[in-house]
């Protein structure tokens, strides 16, 4: 099993930025890939960013060249820089684990807000 705390988030203005983290523990060998996720009321939850065991990235159209995903092997954790926020950023941001068996873990999201 895996497990997974995020922290950081909150609120900040418009144009301005937040880092969030996402530490992993448990059986971190069989993770195949880190993301961050994203939900508003009323809406899907949509990928943001992810990292996989490569180190490749992927990003959503909409935060490209804004947030920037990173992972820090010796400490099993993956971080989310947010630049240039913008109100529609404002959501619960999930951290997700890919299993290689193909299962998804969640972590218990972290509220981001940005004002205008």
């Known amino acids: 099993q895996v497990q997974l705390v995020e922290s950081g988030g909150g609120l900040v203005q418009a144009g301005g930025s937040l880092s969030v983290s996402c530490a992993a523990s448990?059986?971190?060998?069989?993770?195949?890939?880190l993301g961050w996720y994203r939900q508003t009321p009323g809406k899907q939850r949509e990928l943001v960013a992810s990292?996989?065991?490569?180190?490749?990235?992927n990003y959503a159209e909409s935060v490209k060249g804004r947030f920037t995903i990173s992972r820090d092997n010796a400490k099993n954790t993956v971080y989310l820089q947010m630049n240039s926020l913008k109100p529609e950023d404002t959501a619960v941001y999930y951290c997700?684990?890919?299993?290689?068996?193909?299962?998804?873990?969640w972590g218990q999201g972290t509220q981001v807000t940005v004002s205008s």
């Open positions: 448990g059986i971190i060998f069989s993770i195949n890939r």
């Open positions: 997700n684990a890919l299993m290689l068996s193909g299962v998804p873990v």
């Open positions: 990292i996989n065991r490569a180190g490749i990235t």
